[in-house]
């Protein structure tokens, strides 16, 4: 598809327009348009009183300024107007042209000019009309319906068989008609957003200075509504509390998977403490950290299935046994637990004397006050895995353990762009409905790229979709490879990427599976990886990225319709719009080619 630059949103502009834009939108890729511009009738570069419609660029280096007109073109020569319009169409083309072509000149400072055409688009003229208007006026000057259905043929026999000299079209026209798609520009905007989330976190911690007084806290909140930053603002200001004495308090924050632990402990790092200290563990690291200190090491199962068993019944036996007298370097001040939906309530396996529900009774019982310890406890049920058994995770039973606590609902949404925001409210299936909910729109939600979705793709190709979409946000100054976040519904040794590949081209370093820190990679998303980094979607729960591809699954309508017809449970849907919320500025969906 081309690229677009609007000077104001699509569904203000005119019918007519509007449908020459979806025209122009079945281009393929090195076509660039700008959709509106304002322009001097009077010469005067100050005074941009008059408004043209389209200006296009060629995969050829060619240009042309293309002026919309909705009417028939009739000319009534008794008063010499044109009807609907008191200007001669072509005079208000020429006046376009001129402004076009002295923008080019001054970006340019010399250099040869690419070739610039013109011509009035006129989709409603009878054809009939068309040959009169091409005597009178022309051939060139015209693009009626037929030519727009082909309009790579209408450009070969029009405007490309002039001869074009310039020797960097595509950089002269970011200077001169798109100045806001330059490199810099865009990403100086991208980085002013990912400020402006930030403040927006800021903003909000405000609520922790609400019910400082309180010593438990229930937070419940959807995708994006920036439940991790209060989680660690959370963990550090009960670190570094007065009356915590002079070492401070000792916290753990415990998340379920390890890529979130990797992002919590990124955060940590910008946020240095003055005193006590903050513990980030993962579920399973918490578990085999307790059974090393008594001088266990379970190995685990390389078969999947056998894996289940040991996570499920082994492991929580042994750490069950070892809590019985928790060692010393596993007792805390306060607990912090991040998507906390994904921690068991109803478990076989709960301490027989336990404060808590399921897994959580041995949590408290590595804190020093037990049930009265300090907790802050964030969650979101409609994000716990539909695949995960009913009933295993109940925010009501944390309640009634943690009688103490005071619950807090986030709403507003702190992470995503309109253009995401509006594109996860679109995805309506049953699978969602909780998870939409979750997502409410920022009042000052800031302007972003729009969603980019390349249909019906076949596993053999997506790693060359994906590829396009690496190649083309480099050039364009929105990311480096190495700040997208790729995510699908397979493990990464099960994905179309590591099947197939992608096309072995030195200008794009490789997609990985994220294996953690501990192998050097860097968290998932952020500059300074050496590319893209691949999880899973339930896997990213609670990672953010500027730029996320999602990818293998097919398209949200088919996977919506699947489900209705065989009665499944949503688990296609929920890991689609789960994948999909993992961006926060940039964000492409490549479809997966229906079977057959």
């Not at 107007?81 to 169409?89: K, N």
């Not at 990124?266 to 005193?275: K, N, Q, S, V, Y």
């Not at 396996?349 to 300090?374: C, I, K, M, Q, V």
């Amino acid at each position: 598809m081309p690229r677009w630059y609007y000077e104001r949103p699509p569904t203000e502009a005119d019918p007519t327009e509007q449908r020459v834009a979806q025209e122009l939108d079945q281009l393929g890729e090195g076509w660039w348009i700008r959709w509106g511009f304002y322009y001097s009738a009077t010469g005067d570069p100050q005074a941009l009183d008059r408004e043209g419609d389209f200006i296009v660029l060629g995969p050829d280096g060619r240009v042309l300024v293309l002026e919309v007109k909705g009417g028939p073109l009739a000319h009534f020569p008794m008063t010499g107007y044109y009807q609907g319009d008191p200007e001669h169409p072509l005079g208000q083309l020429h006046a376009e042209w001129q402004a076009v072509l002295g923008w080019l000149r001054e970006a340019a400072q010399g250099a040869t000019l690419p070739y610039v055409a013109r011509a009035l688009c006129l989709p409603n003229v009878p054809l009939g009309n068309q040959e009169d208007l091409r005597q009178r006026f022309g051939e060139d000057f015209f693009v009626f319906t037929q030519d727009l259905k082909n309009f790579p043929g209408w450009w070969g026999r029009q405007v490309a068989r002039h001869p074009q000299y310039c020797q960097e079209p595509e950089a002269l026209f970011r200077r001169a008609i798109v100045p806001g798609l330059e490199r810099r520009a865009i990403r100086d905007f991208l980085r002013r957003t990912d400020k402006l989330f930030q403040r927006y976190a800021r903003d909000q911690a405000a609520l922790l200075d609400l019910v400082a007084g309180n010593r438990q806290l229930l937070v419940e909140g959807g995708a994006g509504t920036g439940k991790t930053f209060l989680a660690v603002e959370q963990a550090c200001r009960w670190a570094e509390e007065d009356g915590a004495g002079e070492a401070g308090r000792r916290v753990l924050f415990l998340v379920y998977h390890l890529a979130l632990v990797e992002a919590v402990r990124a955060l940590l790092a910008a946020r240095p403490l003055a005193r006590g200290s903050v513990e980030v563990r993962g579920w399973q690291e918490w578990m085999e950290g307790i059974l090393a200190a008594r001088g266990l090491d379970p190995e685990m199962p390389e078969e999947r299935e056998e894996q289940t068993v040991y996570f499920r019944e082994v492991l929580p036996d042994l750490v069950g046994e070892c809590l019985a007298d928790p060692p010393d370097d596993y007792r805390y001040d306060a607990l912090v637990v991040d998507e906390a939906q994904d921690h068991d309530t109803a478990h076989d396996h709960a301490l027989a004397d336990g404060e808590g529900p399921g897994w959580w009774s041995w949590y408290f019982r590595t804190l020093r006050e037990g049930a009265n310890a300090r907790m802050a406890l964030f969650y979101d049920g409609g994000q716990r895995p539909l695949f995960r058994a009913d009933g295993e995770f109940s925010a009501e039973r944390l309640r009634e353990a943690l009688p103490r606590g005071v619950h807090l609902r986030l709403r507003r949404n702190l992470r995503y762009t309109r253009p995401i925001l509006e594109y996860l409210q679109s995805l309506q299936a049953p699978g969602t409905a909780t998870l939409r909910e979750g997502v409410a729109a920022h009042p000052e939600a800031p302007e972003g790229p729009e969603v980019r979705v390349v249909e019906a793709v076949p596993p053999e190709r997506t790693g060359a979709a994906v590829a396009d979409l690496l190649r083309e946000w480099r050039a364009h100054g929105i990311c480096e490879p190495g700040e997208v976040l790729v995510v699908g519904p397979h493990r990464f040794e099960n994905s179309s990427l590591a099947v197939h590949g992608i096309p072995g081209e030195d200008d794009l370093p490789p997609v990985r599976a994220w294996t953690g820190n501990r192998d050097g990679e860097h968290e998932p998303g952020n500059r300074g990886a050496a590319g893209p980094v691949y999880l899973n979607s339930y896997r990213a729960k609670g990672c953010e990225s500027l730029a996320v591809i999602v990818v293998d699954y097919e398209s949200f309508a088919a996977l919506t319709a699947r489900e209705e017809g065989e009665g499944a449970e949503g688990l296609w849907t929920e890991g689609f719009f789960l994948a999909a919320t993992r961006a926060r500025q940039v964000l492409a969906v490549v479809e997966r080619a229906p079977p057959g």
